[in-house]
């Protein structure tokens, strides 16, 4: 069975940082790419970073600069480094993987981040 479970979510004040994991594991198959969605009360979800099995990386305007993704494919992991947070950035955060011959979807529980002074 394929599981992602997802850490590193918490209460943070604005300037500060935070680390996400996202571990996958069981007969997940071969990975194409995994990243970081988020969905903030009232606001639709949007894909916040992902790195494809390339390596080449893509990131929202809003966070280029503040936020980095990277992956660890022998533990298959994936790993959101998030700096100087604003209360913008709070929202729940959700680990996307895509793999497999027919590149199904799976997704983490959710961890939330909470911006706040």
């Known amino acids: 069975q394929v599981q992602l479970v997802e850490s590193g979510g918490g209460l943070v004040q604005p300037g500060g940082s935070l680390r996400l994991s996202c571990a996958a594991s069981?007969?997940?198959?071969?990975?194409?790419?995994m990243g970081w969605y988020r969905q903030a009360p009232g606001k639709q979800r949007e894909l916040v970073a992902r790195?494809?099995?390339?390596?080449?990386?893509y990131y929202v305007g809003s966070v280029k600069g503040r936020f980095a993704i990277s992956r660890d494919n022998a533990k298959n992991t994936v790993y959101l480094q998030m700096n100087s947070l604003v209360p913008e950035d709070t929202a729940v955060y959700y680990c996307?993987?895509?793999?497999?011959?027919?590149?199904?979807?799976?997704w983490g529980q959710g961890t939330q981040v909470t911006v706040s002074s």
């Open positions: 996307n993987v895509e793999a497999g011959l027919r590149v199904i979807n799976y």
């Open positions: 069981g007969s997940i198959g071969s990975i194409f790419a």
């Open positions: 790195i494809v099995s390339g390596g080449n990386t």
